[in-house]
């Protein structure tokens, strides 16, 4: 009885307390460890950078991804591989690649949800051999805008020297009314971006404003606990291609593409979005959670429908089940 009623009290004056103690974490231990992460962080200088991604599904794609970024001269890449246990291998369209130490795979195959892990792997491992570590997917392409085809150079600008992380927005394009992959790669195929004022699916903002990161070698606390966008870093500054400050903790900017932006190719065709993307869902989310979302009426939020797409995907469901 004695123990019960001392629990009662024990739970009351904890429940009174519990916001006076997160409310002094928050204005005078966050600020302190934000200080001393920036005074006594030591950026790695190497003067090498490296992109990591987690792919699945993506034999199609990732070829002329890994070109892409070999071309903007980055000198790594590390691929999580998330297929199926029993599914393709990178192995089989890049292995010269793999052979050369360029990229590295990184067995994460049959896993769910691992996108977040697989970032804060490849950070923890690697963040004190390389200047900058970029986080990327498959169908994400940096582009500098002045026609810069050296990412040494876009991030040694003196306008980024007082930041820790890099925050890029999207230009998302869609189907370019094309029924399907025709063997050229992406950039050849979809030429004309989604108009600026598309949506999100969640939310009333644009689609463009989304970011992704690229984030300095050496930091101290680099946590991705709440999405892939970008991780909780506490006491680090970000900023834009422009060199403008921007939240760090935040997932979405007001969209600028004068400096640099990030390629989008979120949907390609409705053929691809059959057979590719429904099946392979999104790496930060269940199967559950992701069958609810990827499925044809979220492919025409984006694109026009047509009858001809309408009926080109309905075949390929039929080919399907028989």
């Known amino acids: 009885m004695f123990m019960k009623y001392l629990k009662k009290i024990l739970n009351t004056y904890l429940s009174f307390l519990k916001p006076i103690i997160v409310w002094m974490i928050k204005t005078c231990c966050t600020p302190i460890i934000g200080f001393y992460n920036r005074r006594w962080t030591q950026y790695t200088k190497t003067g090498k950078i490296a992109l990591c991604c987690i792919a699945k599904m993506e034999n199609d794609y990732i070829r002329f991804f890994v070109e892409y970024y070999k071309n903007l001269h980055f000198d790594k890449i590390f691929i999580y591989d998330n297929n199926n246990i029993d599914g393709e291998k990178f192995e089989d369209v890049i292995n010269d690649y793999i052979q050369s130490a360029f990229v590295e795979i990184v067995d994460f195959r049959g896993r769910e949800c691992v996108q977040m892990p697989a970032y804060q792997d490849c950070y923890n491992k690697h963040n004190k051999e390389y200047d900058w570590i970029a986080f990327f997917d498959i169908d994400e392409f940096l582009t500098i805008a002045d026609g810069n085809d050296d990412i040494h150079r876009f991030l040694n600008k003196k306008e980024f020297l007082p930041y820790q992380l890099l925050h ?27 108009p600026y004022n598309t949506r999100m699916y969640s939310n009333n903002l644009p689609e463009n404003n989304h970011i992704k990161s690229i984030v300095r070698g050496g930091l101290s606390y680099v946590r991705w606990n709440n999405t892939p966008h970008t991780p909780s870093c506490i006491g680090y500054h970000c900023c834009n291609p422009l060199g403008e400050s921007v939240d760090a903790k935040s997932f979405v900017q007001d969209y600028d593409f004068s400096v640099a932006y990030i390629r989008h190719y979120s949907t390609k065709t409705i053929g691809e979005w059959v057979k590719n993307k429904m ?31 309408q009926l080109y995907a309905e075949h390929i469901l039929k080919d399907e089940l028989k």
Request: aromatic share 14%.
């Open 168 to 194: 890029i927005n999207w230009k998302i394009y869609g189907d370019n009314d094309l029924l399907d992959n025709d063997g050229r790669n992406v950039i050849e195929r979809f030429v004309e971006p989604l």
């Open 279 to 309: 099946k392979r869902g999104i790496p930060d989310r269940s199967v559950e959670s992701w069958k609810e979302i990827l499925n044809l009426d979220f492919f025409f939020r984006y694109n026009r429908r047509t009858d001809e797409k």
